[in-house]
């Protein structure tokens, strides 16, 4: 069987135009690679502290240094919020007032639940609860 000469050339053209398209790609596709690698993270929406540590060693240890590291941390998580919304996260106030409650000091504890409520209407059932339980 004998091949047409010209629709050899034809393929030729064809692989030449997609092996060229390909190597464009793929310089696009390192350059857009290399491009959004140098990009900055996107501001948090929160400030979280050292919470996970605090909270870890305390429920690890429940020793009182490591409870007062925690009440410390939840004080300095609510003066020094730097998140884009520049409110405590979510839970913070909860937790530190549950945290009080447990250590005898029923008011501040409650004030910091309503501080939560305040803030994040959507817990208000389950903090309800829990002011409900107090003594």
Not at 38 to 55: F, H, I, L, V
Not at 100 to 122: N, S, W
């Amino acid at each position: 069987m004998i091949r047409n000469p010209h629709s050899i050339s034809v393929y030729l053209l064809l692989y030449k135009q997609y092996h060229m398209n390909f190597k464009t790609l793929i310089t696009a596709f390192a350059a857009l690679l290399l491009i959004t690698s140098c990009t900055t993270q996107a501001p948090k929406m929160y400030t979280w502290g050292d919470y996970s540590n605090a909270t870890y060693n305390f429920i690890k240890s429940h020793s009182d240094a490591d409870r007062d590291a925690l009440i410390k941390t939840y004080e300095n998580i609510i003066k020094k919020q730097k998140g884009t919304r520049k409110v405590v996260p979510p839970g913070i106030y909860a937790d530190y007032g549950y945290l009080l409650i447990q250590i005898g000091q029923d008011q501040k504890g409650k004030e910091m639940l309503e501080k939560e409520v305040a803030l994040y209407p959507e817990s208000k059932v389950f903090i309800e609860r829990i002011i409900n339980n107090v003594h």
